[in-house]
């Protein structure tokens, strides 16, 4: 199938005049709704931008339902694309692989979207390629939806080369026929202006029988080796299956698998290889497989899907540079539903972008309107080229005292202690609902299924404190625990021993429930929250009592937040369709006035001196923030530009 979205050709006709900023955002649609209807490829032909410098490439890919609904069976999806070798072949090159959840009750409209950062694939998304979107089902089916965003300016560094070591499907556990004899070593060019690399493979196997029941539900490990010297050696297994966002499968979701989950992404195991190449030569990479003799009894032969590939980088463009990648919390993103909403101790994922090991950042975070914010001082190793999580200590109320909208925002203000050198990755924010307030007076009624002390269930304070908790149950029984709360922000989490939740159809271990009740008996029912009976091995949701949305902050510990004397911004027209005033309402202070739109990119910054309001002209069309800061002022608006 070839689709050519003229929309998208005619925009790149006008990029050939116009220069695109920094920060700007370029979308390219590839397939939309394709119908995977059985087993087989779907191609569509796209255009990528030919030339530009783009700092971040995301790939979104959707699963959604057709109009029968959605199939019962975790089935193997991969989005490959092409790379021309030569004017009549070409190889593919795996960007993701998906396997999809047992949706048998799910229908028409459902849909579940993931996101990639694809940056390392720049040099194959140019200009014309095809996108393959592979479907592995007998049986209709899913529906795909691929879009890629690239976000102009400065990439951490330029990639030179994309190579492939390894691609396909391997049968396993055959000694005449071992995996190894395969996985031949593979002699790869080092281009010359090459300072680091970094070895990537997703793997996971399929069918079971035997002793050990691998491929699919057995831990086997890889060693890679260059040159010889033993690199990494890593098990291919996810341990996390009765964690996935995707609940409450049809099928056998909970349990670990060897690379994948029911649901879910099949995990990239990456490893930084620079110190094993040698830049204008040729190393020799060869991976070798944990050995395992199958015995027979799988419905087809165990076996693995294999892609390896080695990426070649140049210079790192920065020394000191951090990046906000996302928002896991809070956020309204389907990805991270599990964890949301909440009402206090937001969360980001931060990547070293920069040559040096980052040991220390300051970020200031806060919410729409508010005329709070924090600052935190975050300290640990992280090292180029990798991401770690970062709790943002808060308490509940803030995110409900003064706020205008329910918008969160994070600034990342310093890297090492020196000023972070790039800024355009410096900001990002997050769309979010709030947690449903409860009564101070509770009734938690857990109806236990038959298995003892495997479920469990606890309160926590703002301050991490257990407030309340049954860590004991027999098995069959019904508990009805009345509670008293303060006001406060409240996060309950339940957790279950066996991972397989309150109720799992392919276990005897019965079924059980964990409802929230007001403990008013005229209120008692319909219940304030009902637990997902089959939550796999944890599910958590967060509450409030006795706070009113507009409520002010108050009682912080020492250190923890900066309190601002309160300043309304205005802008005004908004929206508008060219000229804004932005006011400071109430001006007392000198500060700098900097416009930021949606990527994080500072499009604008003006000093705010012996005048309360400046006006602003010649932005593009598009979603833009506001930011005054003062001495002892800090103030935040959104407003849109339209043309």
């Given at each position: 199938?070839?689709?050519l979205?003229l929309?998208?050709t005619?925009?790149f006709?006008?990029?050939?005049?116009l220069?695109?900023?920094?920060?700007?955002?370029?979308?390219?649609?590839?397939h939309?709704?394709?119908?995977?209807s059985?087993f087989?490829?779907?191609y569509?032909?796209v255009?990528?931008?030919?030339?530009?410098?783009y700092r971040?490439i995301?790939?979104?890919?959707?699963?959604?339902?057709?109009?029968?609904g959605c199939?019962e069976w975790?089935?193997t999806?991969?989005?490959?694309?092409?790379?021309?070798?030569t004017?009549s072949?070409?190889r593919w090159?795996?960007l993701?692989k998906?396997?999809?959840?047992?949706?048998?009750?799910?229908?028409?409209?459902?849909?579940?979207?993931?996101?990639?950062?694809?940056?390392?694939?720049?040099?194959l998304?140019?200009?014309?390629?095809?996108?393959?979107?592979?479907?592995s089902?007998?049986?209709?089916?899913?529906?795909?939806?691929?879009?890629?965003?690239?976000?102009?300016?400065?990439?951490?560094?330029?990639?030179?080369?994309?190579?492939?070591?390894?691609?396909?499907?391997?049968k396993?556990?055959?000694a005449?026929?071992?995996?190894?004899?395969?996985l031949q070593?593979?002699?790869?060019?080092?281009n010359?202006?090459?300072e680091s690399?970094?070895?990537?493979?997703?793997?996971s196997?399929?069918?079971?029988?035997?002793?050990?029941?691998?491929a699919e539900?057995?831990?086997?490990?890889?060693?890679?080796?260059?040159?010889g010297?033993?690199?990494?050696?890593?098990?291919?297994w996810?341990?996390?299956c009765?964690?996935?966002v995707l609940?409450?499968?049809t099928?056998?979701?909970?349990y670990d698998r060897?690379g994948?989950c029911?649901?879910?992404?099949?995990?990239p195991?990456?490893?930084?290889?620079?110190?094993?190449?040698?830049a204008g030569?040729?190393n020799?990479f060869?991976?070798?497989?944990?050995n395992?003799?199958?015995t027979?009894?799988?419905?087809?032969?165990p076996?693995?899907?294999?892609?390896?590939?080695?990426f070649?980088?140049?210079a790192?463009n920065?020394?000191?540079?951090?990046?906000?990648?996302?928002?896991?919390?809070?956020s309204?993103?389907?990805?991270?539903?599990?964890?949301?909403?909440?009402?206090?101790?937001?969360?980001?994922e931060?990547?070293?972008?920069?040559?040096?090991?980052?040991?220390?950042?300051?970020i200031?975070?806060?919410?729409?309107?508010?005329?709070?914010y924090?600052?935190y001082?975050?300290s640990?190793?992280l090292?180029?080229?990798?991401?770690?999580?970062?709790?943002?200590?808060?308490h509940?109320?803030?995110?409900?005292?003064?706020k205008?909208?329910?918008v969160?925002?994070?600034?990342?203000?310093?890297?090492?202690?020196?000023?972070?050198?790039?800024?355009?990755n410096?900001?990002?924010s997050a769309?979010?609902?709030?947690?449903?307030?409860?009564?101070e007076?509770?009734?938690?009624?857990?109806?236990?299924?038959?298995v003892t002390?495997?479920?469990?269930y606890?309160?926590y304070?703002d301050?991490?404190?257990?407030?309340?908790?049954?860590?004991?149950?027999?098995?069959?029984?019904n508990?009805?625990?009345?509670?008293?709360?303060?006001t406060?922000?409240?996060?309950?989490a339940?957790t279950?021993?066996?991972?397989?939740?309150?109720?799992?159809?392919?276990?005897?271990?019965?079924?059980?429930?964990i409802?929230?009740h007001n403990a008013?008996?005229a209120?008692?029912?319909?219940?304030?929250?009902?637990?997902?009976?089959e939550?796999?091995?944890?599910t958590e949701?967060?509450?409030?009592?006795?706070?009113e949305?507009?409520e002010?902050?108050?009682?912080?510990?020492?250190?923890?937040?900066e309190?601002?004397?309160?300043?309304?911004?205005?802008?005004?027209?908004?929206?508008s369709?060219?000229d804004?005033?932005i006011?400071?309402?109430?001006?007392?202070?000198p500060?700098?006035?900097?416009?930021y739109?949606?990527?994080?990119?500072?499009?604008?910054?003006v000093?705010?001196?012996?005048?309360?309001?400046t006006?602003?002209?010649?932005?593009?069309?598009?979603?833009?923030?506001?930011k005054?800061?003062?001495?002892?002022?800090?103030?935040?608006?959104?407003f849109?530009?339209?043309?």
């Amino acid at each position: 199938m070839k689709k050519l979205l003229l929309s998208f050709t005619a925009l790149f006709c006008s990029l050939t005049f116009l220069k695109a900023a920094e920060g700007d955002t370029t979308s390219i649609q590839s397939h939309q709704a394709t119908h995977w209807s059985w087993f087989g490829n779907y191609y569509d032909t796209v255009q990528f931008p030919q030339t530009g410098t783009y700092r971040k490439i995301i790939m979104y890919y959707t699963l959604g339902c057709p109009s029968i609904g959605c199939s019962e069976w975790d089935y193997t999806t991969k989005i490959e694309v092409s790379d021309p070798l030569t004017d009549s072949t070409n190889r593919w090159v795996e960007l993701t692989k998906i396997i999809t959840p047992y949706a048998g009750d799910k229908n028409s409209g459902w849909t579940h979207t993931w996101a990639f950062d694809v940056t390392d694939f720049a040099p194959l998304l140019k200009g014309e390629r095809q996108i393959l979107a592979s479907y592995s089902g007998y049986q209709d089916g899913f529906t795909i939806t691929v879009n890629f965003d690239f976000i102009e300016g400065t990439p951490p560094r330029e990639v030179l080369a994309v190579n492939t070591l390894y691609d396909g499907i391997f049968k396993y556990g055959f000694a005449n026929d071992p995996i190894d004899n395969y996985l031949q070593p593979t002699l790869i060019a080092i281009n010359a202006n090459a300072e680091s690399a970094k070895f990537r493979l997703v793997a996971s196997g399929h069918s079971f029988g035997g002793a050990e029941n691998c491929a699919e539900f057995c831990p086997k490990w890889y060693k890679l080796k260059i040159d010889g010297s033993q690199v990494v050696q890593e098990d291919v297994w996810r341990d996390d299956c009765g964690s996935n966002v995707l609940e409450a499968q049809t099928g056998t979701w909970v349990y670990d698998r060897a690379g994948w989950c029911p649901g879910d992404v099949a995990v990239p195991y990456e490893t930084d290889i620079t110190s094993f190449i040698d830049a204008g030569q040729s190393n020799t990479f060869d991976v070798d497989w944990e050995n395992y003799n199958y015995t027979g009894g799988a419905g087809f032969d165990p076996q693995y899907g294999i892609e390896a590939l080695v990426f070649q980088y140049g210079a790192w463009n920065f020394e000191n540079d951090a990046s906000l990648d996302k928002v896991i919390k809070p956020s309204m993103d389907d990805r991270n539903m599990r964890v949301n909403p909440i009402c206090n101790n937001p969360e980001v994922e931060v990547s070293n972008t920069g040559s040096k090991i980052i040991s220390r950042m300051k970020i200031r975070y806060w919410v729409e309107g508010s005329v709070d914010y924090f600052d935190y001082s975050w300290s640990g190793v992280l090292l180029p080229g990798e991401n770690t999580r970062v709790e943002l200590p808060s308490h509940g109320k803030w995110l409900f005292g003064g706020k205008t909208e329910n918008v969160f925002y994070a600034q990342i203000l310093e890297v090492n202690q020196t000023t972070d050198e790039y800024a355009s990755n410096n900001l990002i924010s997050a769309k979010f609902e709030d947690p449903i307030m409860f009564p101070e007076r509770i009734v938690v009624a857990f109806n236990n299924n038959n298995v003892t002390n495997e479920t469990r269930y606890y309160i926590y304070n703002d301050k991490g404190e257990t407030v309340y908790s049954r860590t004991t149950s027999t098995a069959s029984t019904n508990y009805t625990d009345t509670i008293d709360l303060d006001t406060g922000c409240y996060r309950f989490a339940v957790t279950d021993a066996g991972c397989d939740g309150l109720r799992f159809f392919a276990n005897s271990a019965g079924n059980g429930k964990i409802w929230l009740h007001n403990a008013e008996p005229a209120n008692y029912f319909p219940p304030l929250y009902q637990f997902e009976d089959e939550f796999g091995c944890e599910t958590e949701f967060n509450f409030t009592v006795g706070y009113e949305n507009g409520e002010e902050a108050e009682g912080y510990p020492a250190g923890m937040m900066e309190t601002t004397k309160q300043q309304n911004l205005w802008v005004y027209p908004n929206p508008s369709k060219g000229d804004i005033t932005i006011a400071v309402r109430d001006f007392v202070e000198p500060g700098t006035l900097d416009i930021y739109n949606t990527s994080g990119q500072k499009v604008r910054s003006v000093q705010i001196v012996g005048m309360n309001s400046t006006q602003i002209s010649g932005l593009a069309a598009g979603n833009y923030i506001a930011k005054f800061v003062g001495e002892s002022t800090f103030q935040t608006a959104s407003f849109v530009i339209v043309k």
